[in-house]
């Protein structure tokens, strides 16, 4: 049986301890957390030695422990890319909005394989960028949608939580790349979107807990193994389009090919990757700001 609790403020830790405390008094025995900001609450619990017989989940952290608190994350920069694709060859005013939280390295990745895959088909295209310095807001995500709109962007991707950026660009006569989920409730917008399948990496670490065999260790999933995906394309986009996209998704999949490859720059002319070499997984983790095309 599953319970959950929905709307917990994930900037405030005892709000985060009272929710999983909670969860734990209804006899919860595994607890996952699924925002950054839930990370130093769960520690504390796992690490406290009064829930050892609870088993501890936290998405996008760094935070865990060897006895009953695993991280989990993904290579979502390949699936970003792949939307960055679909937005560089749709575009007609070559100035595609991107609707992000914090700055902050998770979502400095995610715009920036979302631009590389922009520009690897049309060098032109360039992406603006709005931080709403919230992980959930729906006035400011959808305020952030329509600022963008109007500035003139025709595209909206976004790094944020509600559906306002696609409502903003189905308003305004745009396209909209949504995240997370494939929830299109602007169909007259909705492209794709990079989406996550936290199923086949929960059912397997739950699996293991009921056979008595877990033991934590830290997951980074990717494409090939199914963890992270791009959403199906709507009808919106071009035949062509979609082709090209599913070549580079085999390439990314058969391992012939990653988003942050070759020569990249930062904004400000500085090397980020040199050609020739493929950034490892702790490289790309530090990243610091946007790629050249990103402002």
Not at 3 to 13: C, M, P
Not at 105 to 120: K, M, N, R, W, Y
Request: with cysteine; hydrophobic share 40%.
């Amino acid at each position: 049986e599953t319970a959950y609790i929905e709307g917990v403020d994930d900037g405030d830790k005892q709000a985060s301890l009272t929710a999983a405390l909670n969860l734990i008094d209804q006899g919860c025995n595994v607890i996952v957390g699924t925002s950054f900001g839930f990370m130093d609450a769960l520690d504390e619990l796992a690490n406290s030695g009064d829930y050892d017989d609870v088993y501890f989940f936290h998405f996008s952290g760094s935070k865990s422990n060897d006895t009953n608190f695993e991280n989990y994350f993904g290579a979502i920069e390949e699936p970003r890319y792949l939307s960055g694709m679909v937005a560089g060859m749709m575009t007609e005013t070559n100035l595609i909005g991107y609707v992000a939280t914090y700055p902050y390295t998770e979502v400095h990745i995610g715009i920036d394989a979302f631009t590389l895959g922009v520009q690897s088909v049309n060098p032109d295209a360039q992406v603006k960028v709005i931080f709403i310095n919230s992980w959930y807001d729906p006035e400011k995500e959808r305020a952030a949608g329509d600022e963008l709109m109007a500035a003139g962007c025709d595209i909206l991707a976004q790094h944020c939580d509600t559906t306002g950026p696609q409502l903003a660009a189905a308003e305004a006569g745009g396209y909209s790349i949504g995240y997370n989920y494939p929830n299109n409730v602007a169909p007259e917008a909705y492209l794709t979107a990079p989406i996550w399948h936290h199923d086949m990496y929960l059912i397997d670490r739950i699996q293991k807990i009921l056979d008595g065999t877990f033991v934590p260790e830290n997951y980074y999933g990717n494409m090939a193994e199914g963890y992270v995906d791009l959403a199906e394309m709507t009808d919106l986009v071009p035949a062509d389009v979609q082709a090209a996209v599913f070549a580079k998704k085999q390439e990314i999949v058969d391992g012939d090919f990653a988003p942050f490859s070759g020569y990249i720059e930062y904004n400000d002319g500085t090397v980020m990757n040199k050609e020739g070499h493929s950034m490892s997984v702790a490289e790309i983790w530090e990243i610091t700001g946007l790629v050249k095309g990103a402002k």
